[in-house]
C-alpha cells in the first residue's frame, strides 16, 4: 500500500501540471487538422498580423475566415462573395478566393441572358473563340435595333485596335474598355482571366501584391464600362448608331422620333404610319 510521503510528490506535480481551463477555441485547433490551422495562421501573419488575435479568437472555421476577409478586404482588394457559409480552413488556404472576370466562352453562348448595352457592343467585337458565335448575336441585335443598324457591322466583328483607334475621346472610352476585356488585353489579372481557362491561384506576396494594385484600375474599368452600357441603353437605337457611324466613318441618319414606337418589318425596319394605316382598312 502506497504512503502518504509516496503519493505527494505526484500531487505536487499535478498542481504544476493544472494552470487553468484551456480556451475552447485552443480545444477546437488541437482537435482541428493542425496543418490546417498552421496554414491559415500563417496567412494571417502574412497579410493580417495586427490582427492575429482578433481573427484567431473565434471558434469555428467560417468566422475566422469570415473576420480575416474583412480585414483582408480593408488592406488589400475584395475576395469572392459568397463562398464561405461551409468552408473549412483548408478549403480556404488551398488558393486566394478572388473573382475572374474574363468573357469566357460559355459568356459568349449565354449573351441572351445579359443586357442589352452588353449585347449591343459583345455584336461589334471579334471572338477571340469560335468566330461562328457571332451568328447568333448578329440575329438578336437584328431583331433588336434593326437590319439596317446590323449590316453596319463586319461579320466578323472589329479587333479591339480598330475600336481603340476610331472611338477616340473619353465619352467612348468604356466601349474600348471593354473591347479589352473581351481580347484579354485589360493588363489586370481579373478582367483578363476566366475560370475555364485558368486554374486557382496559391497564396503569395506577389500575387496578393500585384492584385492590390490592379484593383484601382479594375474598378476604373468597370466603371468605364457600365457608364457605355448605360448611355446606349438611354436610346439603343440612335446611341448604337452613333457608335457604328464613328466606327465606319459614316454620317448618322436620323429615324425620325415619331417613327420610332412602331413595331418592325420581317427586315427589321420601322413600319412607318402609312403603311399601318393602309393595313387597317
Request: overall charge negative; charged content about 25%.
Amino acid at each position: 500500500m502506497m504512503s502518504h510521503d509516496q503519493v505527494f510528490p505526484l500531487a505536487i506535480l499535478a498542481s504544476k501540471l493544472i494552470t487553468g481551463p484551456p480556451s475552447l477555441s485552443r480545444l477546437i485547433d488541437l482537435m482541428e487538422d493542425s496543418d490546417s490551422v498552421g496554414d491559415f495562421l500563417n496567412l494571417v501573419r502574412e497579410f493580417l498580423p495586427q490582427h492575429e488575435a482578433e481573427i484567431m479568437a473565434e471558434v469555428d472555421a467560417s468566422q475566422r475566415i469570415g473576420v480575416f476577409r474583412h480585414f483582408f478586404e480593408e488592406h488589400y482588394f475584395p475576395l469572392e462573395d459568397g463562398m464561405y457559409d461551409d468552408w473549412e480552413l483548408q478549403d480556404f488556404t488551398h488558393h486566394i478566393p478572388v473573382a475572374l472576370m474574363g468573357f469566357s466562352s460559355s459568356d459568349w453562348e449565354a449573351f441572351g441572358s445579359m443586357r442589352d448595352g452588353l449585347i449591343l457592343l459583345l455584336s461589334m467585337m471579334e471572338s477571340p473563340y469560335d468566330p461562328g458565335e457571332r451568328v447568333p448575336i448578329l440575329d438578336y441585335v437584328k431583331d433588336l435595333v434593326g437590319k439596317r443598324l446590323v449590316e453596319m457591322i463586319p461579320p466578323e466583328g472589329w479587333s479591339t485596335a480598330e475600336i481603340e483607334a476610331r472611338l477616340s475621346g473619353k465619352e467612348y472610352e468604356g466601349c474600348v474598355a471593354f473591347a479589352k476585356v473581351i481580347s484579354f488585353e485589360t493588363g489586370c489579372w481579373q478582367l483578363d482571366a476566366n475560370w475555364e481557362d485558368y486554374g486557382p491561384e496559391d497564396w503569395s506576396r506577389d500575387t496578393v501584391d500585384g492584385l492590390t494594385e490592379q484593383w484601382p484600375m479594375v474598378q476604373e474599368l468597370q466603371g468605364q464600362i457600365n457608364s457605355i452600357f448605360d448611355w446606349i441603353e438611354e436610346d439603343i437605337h440612335r446611341n448604337f448608331e452613333e457608335i457604328l457611324a464613328l466606327m465606319n466613318d459614316t454620317e448618322i441618319v436620323p429615324v425620325p422620333k415619331e417613327q420610332m414606337p412602331f413595331p418592325l418589318d420581317d427586315d427589321g425596319q420601322v413600319i412607318q404610319k402609312e403603311v399601318m394605316a393602309i393595313g387597317r382598312r
